[in-house]
Nanobody, 127 residues
Framework: QVQLVESGGGLVQPGGSLRLSCAASGRTFSTSAMAWFRQAPGKERECVVAIRWRDRHTYHDDSVKGRFTVSRNNDKTTAYLQMNSLIPEDTAVYYC????????????????????WGQGTQVTVSS
């Protein structure tokens, strides 16, 4: 089992930055990929960034390319989502997710790829 806890959300003005954290505990050595999803009110959950750790192949949704970056610390217990140049359309609840399988590139953006999910953290971009 892997437990995930997100933090770092909040209110930020357009053009600002936030860094979300995803703290993992449990059998973290078994994870092979992770992703950040978001869900805005009235919309479906969507993947914004995903990474397969063995080769660091990364997926970015077109709406966040050049603005959002995923990383993790050296002991692989915390993953981060650096969000720059935020716009109101980025307002959503953000979830981190981790998977233990051997995902192919085309499956990185699919929620079904991931076995463990955090509880979510609210990001609001507004002036």
């Amino acid at each position: 089992q892997v437990q995930l806890v997100e933090s770092g959300g909040g209110l930020v003005q357009p053009g600002g930055s936030l860094r979300l954290s995803c703290a993992a505990s449990g059998r973290t050595f078994s994870t092979s990929a992770m992703a950040w999803f978001r869900q805005a009110p009235g919309k479906e959950r969507e993947c914004v960034v995903a990474i397969r750790w063995r080769d660091r192949h990364t997926y970015h949704d077109d709406s966040v390319k050049g603005r959002f970056t995923v990383s993790r610390n050296n002991d692989k217990t915390t993953a981060y989502l650096q969000m720059n140049s935020l716009i109101p359309e980025d307002t959503a609840v953000y979830y981190c997710a981790m998977g233990t399988g051997s995902p192919i590139v085309s499956s990185l953006a699919l929620a079904s790829t991931y076995d463990y999910w955090g509880q979510g953290t609210q990001v609001t971009v507004s002036s």
